[in-house]
């Protein structure tokens, strides 16, 4: 297994000042998306390196994580993934887009990351479009179903993969972006869209699934 690392100063202007608001949500009561209805906080798995010579079409298909699809993890909370033993670890990301690199301090290339939300929604809500975007490739599972892979090398492009005619039950949902990076930059990002087209705002990030 290889990983490229290239530790940037500027990654630690970000890493402080990413440090420095995730206190400032911690204390918050209630965490809900954007305005535009982006998710800015997640749980964060990763970096879990490729094996040598696999591509990162192949990896972002292929489990990694036993029952990926069914990942219900808590902050803290440690998983081994092919001979590494990684923490689940909360993170809120300034800009809608998560950007890995930014969050892990150095610029990492040929590795798979997780993030994984628990959306609590007040009220069934029908005919909900998902729509995401990664760099390089992503899989995308919702309430334990796969709706969404993207299998070509790429940058980002906000809310390029879509899933639509999906249900947010009422209570917790559970919605899992995996991104792929082969090199360059690694970055996420996923919203919730009604059927008239507006950005859903309503819902709140939880914890605990």
Not at 21 to 37: L, R, Y
Request: with cysteine; glycine share 8%.
């Amino acid at each position: 297994m290889t990983m490229m690392r290239m530790i940037q100063p500027f990654y630690l202007i970000g890493a402080l000042t990413f440090l420095i608001i995730n206190a400032v949500i911690a204390q918050s009561d209630e965490v809900t998306p954007d305005s535009d209805g982006y998710i800015h906080h997640w749980l964060m798995l990763g970096p879990i390196p490729l094996e040598a010579g696999e591509t990162g079409a192949e990896a972002v298909q292929f489990n990694v994580i036993r029952r990926e699809s069914m990942l219900q993890p808590s902050e803290g909370e440690t998983q081994t993934v092919a001979g590494y033993e990684l923490t689940w670890q909360k993170h809120y990301s300034e800009s809608e887009v998560f950007d890995f690199n930014i969050i892990l301090e150095d610029r990492i290339e040929n590795a798979i990351g997780y993030l994984v939300a628990y959306v609590e929604s007040p009220k069934e809500i029908r005919n909900v479009t998902l729509l995401a975007g990664g760099n390089d490739q992503t899989r995308v599972y919702f309430n334990g179903e796969e709706v969404s892979t993207s299998t070509e090398p790429r940058a980002l492009t906000k809310d390029s993969d879509m899933a639509s005619g999906l249900t947010l039950k009422q209570g917790i949902n559970t919605v899992i972006l995996k991104v792929v990076n082969e090199v360059g930059n690694w970055q996420g990002c996923l919203r919730f869209m009604d059927e008239g087209g507006q950005p859903i705002t309503e819902i709140v990030l939880k914890d605990e699934g």
